[in-house]
């Protein structure tokens, strides 16, 4: 029932390490949204908010048919959000929970992913978090990667980086990224490719706490 800029909250439909999800409606143009919304201490931070601002205007510019579309982003009353298209069929980490899939569906499934990537990449744009659970699909089997700028964005706010902390998640994360070095596009084709061993095979490559 809480507004957050032109959006109502409906209720919470899913959580991260850096985000809460929630379903909300768009009373203007008479439809649900995913309305990502970031940890509130960051948003006391003014350079945290112009990099958020910086990075939400890239990400919405990023048009591609297996891209999940940004339609607005803003900051209210010390919480920022990005609202973004709904896509109720859930992630490819659940996809996953349920068993390995047919060599056919990994292909059609990848092959999604690589064209979003390749797009993203053409225009500069790195993921930084490419992982099962960014990855969503609908009803009739589509992909949208979701969660592009993230990790940038939370990585600009300085509090974990400077401590000499990695943003990401350790399964999927490339060595450069895990001791905090640059990172460009082929820090995400690293982790596209543990994806890629987690379909064919039901694990991830390298475990360990």
Do not use: W
């Not at 990502?36 to 048919?65: C, M, N, S, W």
């Amino acid at each position: 029932g809480t507004n957050l800029g032109a959006f109502r909250i409906i209720h919470q439909i899913g959580e991260g390490g850096m985000a809460k999800v929630y379903k909300a409606y768009q009373p203007s143009m008479e439809r649900y949204v995913a309305l990502k919304v970031l940890p509130g201490h960051y948003a006391t931070d003014p350079q945290f908010t112009e990099r958020f601002i910086r990075e939400a205007r890239t990400i919405a510019r990023l048009e591609h048919r297996h891209i999940l579309p940004v339609y607005d982003f803003g900051e209210q009353d010390g919480t920022t959000f990005l609202a973004m298209r709904l896509v109720e069929g859930g992630t490819l980490k659940e996809l996953l929970s349920k068993g390995r899939l047919t060599l056919h569906d990994t292909l059609d499934l990848i092959t999604q992913v690589c064209s979003a990537l390749d797009y993203a990449h053409r225009n500069h744009v790195v993921h930084r978090d490419i992982k099962p659970s960014n990855v969503m699909l609908d009803s009739e089997g589509a992909v949208y990667l979701t969660d592009f700028g993230i990790a940038k964005v939370l990585e600009a706010a300085g509090d974990l980086t400077a401590s000499g902390a990695a943003i990401g998640t350790p399964a999927y994360m490339a060595p450069e990224q895990a001791v905090g070095d640059k990172v460009d596009g082929r820090t995400d084709l690293y982790a596209l490719g543990v994806v890629l061993y987690e379909m064919v095979t039901g694990t991830v490559p390298f475990k360990g706490e």
